[in-house]
């Protein structure tokens, strides 16, 4: 605080109300001026008694006030977002920091607070918001002035020149002092346009634009990189300013990360903006299932219920009411008059199909071999199969006698177990997707909660993976991968019983769906997948396995290119989670060592590395109108000096802090200059002088 100062003063307090006060005092002035006037002896006494009167009335005091100097405050503003990472920058800012509070210290009566600006996401630098907010606690009368440390790329800098000024720097100096160096140059690739979803099996367009900030553009085409998912990279040469059309093509569902990179320009500040993430959510366009059911029996409707109350599915149900040797002597006239179109669906349209679905069906000549391998074909070449099988699976007609049990996952020994029994998820299915923390399943020795089924399928040699068992371990739900395709085979016909609640049911819609899910290679189904994705300002990334073990470690790749390597959490079997603060705007790139993953924070162009530019553009006209300096730091640290509201803030090498002289009132003595005692006797005395006088 300043010093301690006395301030001494006179002030009237009349007695009487200021009209009336006026009023009495003309009326002596009048009758003393009359008085004068006729050169009546004594007329100077009764003036002097007058006056003594109106003295008194006047109430003269003489107050001494003890006052205490405040001290006034600054704000230093030190810019922290992204931009302030490129180059030296973060360096300058910290020099520059550290030297202005080491003088500040030295300077009397101020108090300077520090105010860091943080990254405000998509809205970029947020500078004069945080001035704002850091006005808010001081008072007016004390603020000295603002010292902004950046690189001038502020998004929220006073746009209009007619706006007043005095809001937005609490009117005083703004002075801004520049990282970098001015004349920079940068090159950035703009996203146009890019869908945030497309259908799977389609492609999309993302249009984008290479574009030279600074100097003169380049006249000769750039190198554009793609990379999608992390496959092999695709370079084309495209012209700088000019529009240029990407087709990402949607092969699965779930999201497609794509990353575009324009090669370096010479002596650009930085490489941050060169590249651009967009990510794309696959769709699927209504999933197409084929659903064949053999001879009626309890659980058919369950299927068709099930896939019926998909609205995303579009189901074609094929049944077969009765084998072709069975004469029941229908007359024709209730007989189907058109044909069932198999040769369309089993070898023209078969590979539309996303999923098909034979329940409880036996080879009765209905479906040609050739159909059987076409379908046998399918799976190999992408599709997926799921087969519910009941007592047709062991016989002749079974279906594994065909060319379609080259890609079963088990074969039928003829026998057919006939006792109740309760599915149990085995050791591998608590780690796989399908089958881990299904409601009611078995812990550990635990029995599951779930209803009892009463046959079972006996098969041998399984491949692929069991994920539930019967008595004895017996396999019941095996699911195995067969080229490209998927196959996933349930021995058992008695799964309808869940969704009747028999003996307490079980998750029959949870498991079918999960099923089917896996079969068309959803992403979140997937047994062995790193997948990352964002969560607030919090990167999250997800490993799931099957495999015994401790998960391996994930190298994490920010997109400025930091590298570091972390260790998973377990989250549950099978399951391993990693958080991190996703703290740059980018695609982050995760890998297991064998897997890939990207992850896209913020916009598809970033507000804050949209010019990575050290300016004076956006912020200069606020301090010049503020009266306060533009200085790039690359020239030193300028002095800092007090100076009055009334001088110059700003000159050569130097920047001034406004002095106010603010103070708080610490004391008040308070003396009357005419006490009633003696304007009495001065006024008695003067009337009896006077009256002496005049009566001579």
Do not use: C
Request: neutral net charge; aromatic residues 6%; hydrophobic residues 45%.
């Amino acid at each position: 605080m300043d010093g301690t100062r006395a301030l001494a003063a006179v002030v009237f307090e009349p007695l009487l109300p200021l009209p009336l006060f006026f009023a009495l005092a003309a009326l002596a002035v009048l009758a003393v001026a009359l008085a004068l006037w006729r050169r009546a002896r004594g007329a100077w006494l009764r003036g002097f008694v007058a006056l003594v009167l109106i003295l008194a009335i006047a109430n003269p005091r003489l107050v001494q006030e003890t006052r205490q100097g405040l001290t006034d405050i600054a704000v230093l503003l030190v810019d922290e977002t992204a931009s302030q990472r490129v180059g030296e920058r973060a360096a300058q800012a910290a020099a520059a920091r550290a030297e202005i509070e080491r003088r500040a210290r030295d300077l009397d009566a101020l108090e300077l607070r520090t105010v860091t600006v943080p990254e405000a996401g998509s809205a970029g630098t947020r500078l004069f918001d945080a001035l704002a907010r850091a006005l808010a606690e001081i008072p007016r009368g004390r603020f000295a002035g603002t010292i902004a440390v950046t690189d001038g790329q502020i998004h929220d800098a006073p746009a209009d020149a007619a706006e007043p000024i005095e809001t937005a720097t609490g009117g005083a100096p703004f002075h801004l002092l520049l990282t970098g160096r001015p004349g920079e140059t940068d090159r950035r690739v703009r996203v146009i346009e890019a869908p945030p979803f497309g259908i799977v099996g389609r492609s999309v367009d993302v249009r984008v634009v290479v574009e030279d900030l600074g100097g003169t553009p380049a006249t000769a085409p750039v190198t554009l990189t793609e990379r999608r998912d992390g496959a092999a990279p695709r370079r084309t040469p495209v012209p700088v300013g000019r529009e240029h059309v990407i087709s990402v093509p949607i092969e699965r569902a779930g999201q497609t990360v794509l990353e575009i990179e324009a090669e370096e320009r010479p002596g650009e500040v930085s490489l941050l903006n060169n590249r651009a993430v967009v990510a794309i959510n696959g769709v699927r366009d209504r999933l197409r299932v084929l659903l064949v059911s053999g001879e009626p029996h309890a659980g058919q409707r369950t299927w068709r219920r099930l896939l019926k109350a998909d609205p995303n599915v579009d189901l074609v149900h094929f049944t077969i009411l009765r084998p072709p040797e069975k004469d029941d002597l229908t007359p024709l006239s209730e007989l189907a008059l058109i044909a069932f179109p198999v040769r369309e669906l089993f070898q023209v349209k078969l590979r539309e199909f996303d999923l098909i679905i034979f329940d409880r069906f036996s080879n009765r000549g209905i479906l040609p071999p050739i159909y059987l391998r076409n379908i046998a074909d399918y799976v190999r070449g992408g599709g997926a199969l799921l087969m519910s099988v009941g007592p047709e699976f062991v016989g002749p007609a079974s279906l594994y006698n065909t060319a379609l049990g080259q890609v079963l996952p088990a074969s039928p020994t003829g026998r057919i177990a006939e006792a109740p029994y309760r599915a149990r998820v085995t050791e591998l299915g608590e780690r796989h997707p399908i089958t881990t923390a299904l409601p009611g399943a078995n812990l550990g020795d635990a029995e599951p909660a779930w209803g009892r089924w009463y046959r079972r399928i006996e098969t041998a040699a399984p491949r692929g993976q069991v994920l539930m068992s019967g008595p004895n371990d017996e396999p019941l739900l095996i699911a195995d991968r067969v080229g490209e395709g998927r196959v996933t085979l349930l021995l058992s016909d008695h799964i309808w019983l869940w969704s009747r609640n028999h003996d307490g049911g079980g998750p029959q819609g949870e498991i079918l769906r999960r099923v089917a899910h896996w079969l068309m290679k959803e992403p979140e189904l997937e047994e062995e997948d790193l997948r990352v994705h964002i969560e607030g300002e919090r990167l999250v990334i997800e490993r799931r396995s099957i495999a015994e073990g401790p998960p391996p470690q994930v190298t994490v790749t920010s997109p400025s290119g930091a590298v570091s390597t972390h260790s998973l959490e377990p989250a549950g079997p099978g399951r391993a989670i990693l958080e991190l603060p996703a703290t740059e705007p980018g695609a982050w790139r995760v890998s297991d060592g064998t897997r890939f993953a990207f992850g896209a924070v913020g916009a598809a162009n970033p507000l804050e590395l949209a010019d990575l530019r050290a300016t004076a553009e956006r912020a200069g006209a606020a301090a010049s109108r503020s009266g306060g300096a533009t200085m790039w730091l690359a020239d030193g640290v300028p002095d800092v000096r007090r100076v009055l509201a009334e001088r110059a803030a700003r000159g050569q090498g130097w920047i001034g802090l406004r002095r106010n002289r603010d103070h708080v009132v610490t004391g008040v003595a308070d003396l009357p200059l005419m006490p009633p005692w003696a304007a009495l006797l001065l006024i008695l005395g003067g009337a009896v002088w006077a009256w002496r006088r005049e009566g001579r």
